[in-house]
Each structure stands twice: as structure tokens, then as C-alpha cells.
């Protein structure tokens, strides 16, 4: 259980080659119809992938987006403004938060202010009216998630809820009532997302194939992580669907930055921010055992899922789909859909080029 797994280690470069020079161009010069071909597919690979340098059109729509992350001085919130900042986002300057009420924090070179309870509304509401494309990015703490929610369907702002925590059954129903767009998931990193899609594909397919089991939960996170994992929660009512019987109160929660390290194997510089879940689980006559297991060190995988959240959101928003509340199972459909349909232009292009070219 102490064991880590352990990422890739290739790399993958893009190199230049000498596709487009060359003897076979006609008078040396690219053909007009083939650069006008190749245009659209710039534009594409920067607004969908995120992996190529966005051309000026593509910044001008992602700059247009506002976010305003509440609860920007907790680790999650910083992160989110990073990546967001990278992104070409627009931070606005101001946040909620409950201890730095009143004060002025620097983030990313930017001065946010931070303020209170007693004047939400009030605040929002102002905000909204001068960044009418904005969204809000909840990292706060369970205690606030169903206040926040109530408060941004108030006032009628999109937003999407990493928090975890608080009454859930509540949050839906203020979201559905109120036909805010909303993104809402206990897990924001698209790679455990696409793990937890996995699982609930096999719980529809193949219910009560673990029929009989037992199984073992434990999950690690920084001390500061006040309530138990609901990406945990989620991976186990899979596993109930499956077959086996078990009660959340069975979940090993570990806090302790000793077990963390001698336990579960958990690297000392990441004690202030991982990830670590392992769901074992045995046969009735323990001749058989499975184990599942993912470990995150870090934040930024979450902080990337974020972004990922509010730009399909935005997306959602501006075309006024008629579903209004997401998940990132919602988002990471999206994101993979649209990496295929570019790279399917991109092999047509090609394909293009190459017989126009004579290659």
C-alpha cells in the first residue's frame, strides 16, 4: 500500500520538419488554398486542445470570460488563480473569504479584495453587473457550500462548485430550482474523472459482480481536509451497486502526516496537498482480491480541470443550452470529443497537402 504509481516517464515533442519546403511547392511559394485550409485548423487546435499557441481571436473570446474564485487564499483557490491566469482568464479583483475579511491579498501580481459574509449580496451582485460573462469558482469550506449556492442563484451568476462537502440533495435542488448554469463535482482532475466514469460504466453494466466481497477503503489527504473524499464517496457507491455491502463510516480517513508518510507512502514535500485512495477488495474465501488505486500529489491537476469547468460552462452559458446543471463527467466528454474532432481535421488537412504537393 505503500507503493506510489508512478507517471510515464516519455515525453512527447513536437519537432519541425520540412513539410510545406521544398522543390515539389509550386515556385517555391505555398499555395494560397493551402494555407487558407490550414487556417481554420490553427484556430481550432487553440480554442479546443489548449496545447498550441492561441491566436488572437482565441484570446480576445477566453479574455472575455471573468472569474471571481472565492476562498482565493486556501491552496486550491491559489492554484485555480494560476492556472486561470495562464489560461488568458480574467480574474476579477475580488473574493469572499471569512478570516481575511477586510484585506487585500496579492496574487499572481494581482491585488484581490477579500470580503465577508455581511455584504455578499451586495458585492456580487455588483460584479455580476460590471462582468456580465462572469463565473464563480468555489474552493471555500463545506460549511458555506449550500450559503454560496443559495447566494449565486440569488443573484443569478453561473459557478461552478469544487467544494466538497455540505448537504448535496440541498445544492441540487437550489441549482434546479433557480436554472443556474452550474458545474458541480466532488472531483475536478479529468484524469480520476475518467477513472470514476469507468467505474460507474461497469456498476450499470455488470450490477452485483462483486456480489459477496468485502471491501476495504482508505483514503489520505492534507490535514486541512475537513471531511471525508466524495470522489471516495462516489467510487464506493459504484462498488454498492456492484454488490457490496458497505457503509461510509467504514472509510479509513487518514490526517495524520506520520501514517501519511510510514503508511501510505505519501512523499513528505506533497504532505500539504495529495491524493492517495486505495479500494481493496477481497472474495468471500479470500482466493481472490482486487485492488484500485489512485494518488495525486499536488494541486494542479485539479486546478487544470477547473479552468476546463468554467470555459464549457461559459460555453453552455453563451449558447443557452437547456441543461443547466454539469459535472466534470459533463466537462470531460466535451474536452476529449473536441480533441478528437481537431485531430481528425488535422489528418484531413494533412491528407490535403500532401496531394495537393504531390508528396
Do not use: W
Not at 31 to 48: E, I, N, Q
Amino acid at each position: 500500500m505503500g507503493s506510489l504509481l508512478k507517471a510515464s516517464s516519455h515525453v512527447f515533442r513536437f519537432e519541425k520538419v520540412p513539410f510545406l519546403s521544398g522543390s515539389k511547392t509550386r515556385q517555391g511559394v505555398v499555395p494560397k488554398r493551402v494555407a487558407f485550409r490550414l487556417s481554420p485548423v490553427a484556430l481550432s487546435l487553440s480554442a479546443l486542445t489548449g496545447t498550441f499557441q492561441h491566436d488572437s481571436e482565441s484570446n480576445s473570446t477566453d479574455s472575455a470570460i471573468s472569474i471571481m474564485v472565492n476562498g482565493c487564499t486556501g491552496k486550491m483557490g491559489k492554484s485555480v488563480i494560476k492556472a486561470s491566469d495562464s489560461a488568458g482568464l480574467h480574474i476579477v479583483p475580488v473574493s469572499f473569504g471569512a478570516e481575511e475579511s477586510g484585506q487585500t491579498v496579492e496574487l499572481c501580481g494581482k491585488e484581490i479584495i477579500v470580503h465577508g459574509p455581511s455584504e455578499r449580496e451586495s458585492i456580487l451582485s455588483s460584479v455580476f453587473q460590471e462582468y456580465p460573462n462572469l463565473i464563480v469558482v468555489d474552493y471555500t469550506v463545506p460549511a458555506t457550500v449550500n450559503d454560496n449556492a443559495e447566494l449565486y442563484c440569488k443573484v443569478g451568476v453561473p459557478f461552478v462548485m469544487g467544494t466538497t462537502g455540505g448537504d448535496r440533495d440541498r445544492l441540487y435542488k437550489t441549482v434546479e430550482e433557480s436554472k443556474v448554469y452550474a458545474v458541480i463535482s466532488p472531483q475536478m482532475g479529468k484524469q480520476v474523472v475518467a477513472f470514476l466514469a469507468a467505474m460507474e460504466i461497469m456498476a450499470e453494466q455488470f450490477p452485483g459482480a462483486f456480489s459477496g466481497y468485502l471491501l476495504q477503503v482508505m483514503e489520505s489527504h492534507q490535514a486541512s481536509k475537513l471531511d471525508t473524499s466524495g470522489t471516495a464517496k462516489a467510487i464506493i457507491s459504484c462498488f454498492q451497486k456492484l454488490g457490496v455491502s458497505f457503509d461510509m463510516d467504514q472509510i479509513q480517513m487518514i490526517r495524520d502526516p506520520k501514517q501519511q508518510i510510514e503508511m501510505v507512502g505519501v512523499p513528505e514535500e506533497h504532505l500539504l496537498g495529495h491524493a492517495f485512495h486505495l479500494y481493496h477488495l477481497t472474495s468471500p474465501d479470500q482466493t481472490v482480491s482486487f485492488e484500485f488505486q489512485h494518488n495525486v500529489c499536488g494541486r494542479s491537476i485539479y486546478a487544470e480541470g477547473t479552468v476546463d469547468a468554467v470555459l464549457f460552462l461559459a460555453k453552455k452559458v453563451k449558447s443557452k443550452a437547456d441543461k443547466r446543471i454539469y459535472n466534470m463527467i459533463d466537462v470531460l466528454r466535451k474536452v476529449t470529443c473536441d480533441k478528437s474532432s481537431v485531430m481528425h481535421v488535422v489528418l484531413s488537412v494533412l491528407v490535403t497537402c500532401s496531394r495537393y504537393l504531390g508528396l
